[in-house]
Nanobody
Framework: QVQLVESGGGLVQAGGSLRLSCAAA????????MGWDRQAPGQQRELVAV???????NYLESAKSRFTIFSDNTKNTVYLQMNSLKVEDTAVYYC?????????WGQGTQVTVSP
């Protein structure tokens, strides 16, 4: 049973930082990529960051200068370091793991940035 456990969300003031983590348990096959999506109330879901097996990284334009995605392959864990947080970063953040056979999603972790 594959399960993605997210942590690190919370309430932070604008300008602050958070580090999200996502540990994937029960992975049987090779992971092709990991990433983070987010969805704010009334907004469409959007890709925030992704890291491929080869180490390529892509970011949402508004996040690329402030966020960093990185992974620990020995632990099947992906992180999202978020600096200089803005109110508009407020959303539920979902971890995604693309495995050879299937895609998996975390339960989501709430990030709230106050003015």
């Amino acid at each position: 049973q594959v399960q993605l456990v997210e942590s690190g969300g919370g309430l932070v003031q604008a300008g602050g930082s958070l580090r999200l983590s996502c540990a994937a348990a029960g992975i049987t096959f090779r992971i092709n990529g990991m990433g983070w999506d987010r969805q704010a109330p009334g907004q469409q879901r959007e890709l925030v960051a992704v890291i491929t097996r080869g180490g390529r990284r892509n970011y949402l334009e508004s996040a690329k200068s402030r966020f960093t995605i990185f992974s620990d392959n020995t632990k099947n864990t992906v992180y999202l370091q978020m600096n200089s947080l803005k109110v508009e970063d407020t959303a539920v953040y979902y971890c995604n793991v693309e495995e050879v056979m299937s895609d998996y999603w975390g339960q989501g972790t709430q990030v709230t940035v106050s003015p």
